[in-house]
């Protein structure tokens, strides 16, 4: 055989064994490579950004975690991605928009996507997909919401506060799921059930996470986040 095929085939081998490799591992439900479905978890994981999918890992707080819920708008379980917070006995509460496990600051160190309130003539400064202009609660006509880092907020040099819903805003959606007047801010406390975890996403205003689904069932559970 000739240098040239032999290169050939070499380069060709290298293509196909990761490939076939990797179908086999995904039809056998080891891995899966996807898209994430929305923007909770900004800014770890950008909207439609592909992440890979690890079955037989234990998930632990602070991993990145997949799993089904139950999603009304197709009347079925759908795969989300969330942050696990918390484990079966753990207490969780938020607290004018911090998140405490077992009553310790879980927010100190980590980078959150937070809702801040910018006037409208300042909104062409972020991403078209991080603003909101109509239908907030507590948010003026001139104002509007947007969501994004403290060191965003700070590259922009924009006029912003800090969007903390307080104990008089109640969440129609909290309330059904676990009939107390809670908002996105202040939540619980609640004790997460044995063979549960609990999940926050990073993107705190703009995620339908545990506060709102409620724990995750570890038969729920199908992939820790590993790339």
Known sequence: MKLKQKLILAGSLIVTIP??????????????????????????????EYILGYRFKTPKVNDLVCFESFDESSGKDEMFVSRMVAAGGDKVEMKDGVLYVNDKNADAGRTLYNAYIVPQKYTDEFNEQDVVTAGVPGVSGADAMVFATEATIRQHKVPAQLLIYKTDYQDEFMQKQWNKPWNADQFGPITVPAGHYFVVSDNRHNAFDS?????????????????
């Open 19 to 48: 490939l076939v490799g990797y179908a086999a591992l995904r039809v056998a439900g080891i891995i899966n490579l996807m898209k994430t479905p929305t923007v909770a978890c900004m800014p770890a994981i950008k909207a439609n």
């Open 211 to 227: 506060r709102y689904r409620g724990s995750i069932p570890m038969d729920k559970h199908k992939y820790v986040v590993v790339w």
